[in-house]
């Protein structure tokens, strides 16, 4: 079936949408994203994502295309028209385009470029790869500085998952100076002796909004957080280990570049979480 998107105002099917080639999200990558998930047919942490959306554009200074309410608004009609139970949202801002191609970005009256689509999820929540655990990989992370703004800049990322596909793994972690600073798609935690452990928020990462929910959650639930640089064989010498992301919520670690974490099974927290994570975050879903 053919998808109706939403491209600067016009609801379309997917084969009539068209953006200029001259737009600087194509031709230099001057675009920022989110993807929402979909459960029941109701947004998950839309709040979240939105306040992200704008603390990207900000960092850009790049125009906000529409109001936040404007924003739901075509989120839902999306998920209606798509008929979406369990699945994703994504949208896409870019800078525009004047007519060109330079490198000096265009006069301020250019309009945003605004695009969203759906993607159908069935069996989202209830993900098969969740109950068997993933298997990372280690690898370089040489990507630009400021990995806080969530940008299309997705090259290496993809690059990252390609090397974890070719050595037999599901996803790969990346390092610099020693420490891991987050998988190619997602946040990354590993637990010890009951203490989850997770790199601190600043410019090297993705300031994960489903990070910031199962964090609040685990306090809730009385377990301890630490924030704080890891390295990756801290991580292969933990309990179990998980990554957190809008797409997979809660995805267990079970094998480290090889090493299998406790016996080779999701762990017990991570699943807890997974489970929390999913029932606090359906009961608030718009």
Request: aromatic share 6%; proline share 4%; net charge negative.
């Amino acid at each position: 079936m053919t998808r109706t998107v939403y491209v600067n105002g016009d609801y379309l099917p997917e084969t009539e949408a068209k953006v200029s080639i001259f737009d600087r999200g194509f031709l230099m990558a001057d675009a920022v994203y989110e993807v929402t998930s979909v459960l029941g047919g109701k947004l998950i942490d839309f709040e979240g994502h939105a306040v992200r959306l704008k603390r990207s554009l900000d960092e850009l200074d790049m125009a906000e295309p529409c109001t936040k309410e404007e924003l739901l608004e075509i989120h839902r009609k999306l998920v209606e028209l798509n008929d979406i139970d369990e699945g994703l949202v994504y949208l896409q801002v870019t800078r525009g385009s004047d007519g060109d191609r330079d490198f000096v970005f265009p006069s301020e009256d250019t309009k945003p470029t605004i695009v969203l689509f759906t993607q159908n999820k069935p069996g989202l929540a209830d993900s098969p790869a969740a109950k068997k655990g993933a298997k990372i990989i280690s690898i370089e992370d040489i990507r630009w500085g400021r990995r806080d703004i969530k940008t299309v800049q997705l090259l290496y990322p993809s690059m990252g998952k390609m090397m974890a596909k070719k050595a037999g793994a599901d996803d790969a972690w990346m390092i610099e100076d020693g420490h891991v600073t987050e998988g190619t798609s997602n946040n990354a935690y590993f637990v010890k002796d009951g203490v989850i452990v997770t790199r601190p928020l600043s410019n090297d990462i993705l300031h994960g909004i489903t990070r910031k929910a199962v964090l609040r959650m685990a306090e809730e639930a009385q377990l301890k957080v630490e924030e704080r640089l890891f390295t990756i064989d801290e991580a292969k010498a933990a309990d179990e280990a998980f990554t957190t992301s809008a797409s997979a919520f809660v995805m267990p670690v079970v094998e480290i570049d090889g090493v299998a974490l406790g016996d080779g099974t999701p762990g017990p927290i991570a699943k807890r979480l997974r489970e929390i994570y999913l029932e606090e975050s359906i009961k608030a879903a718009v």
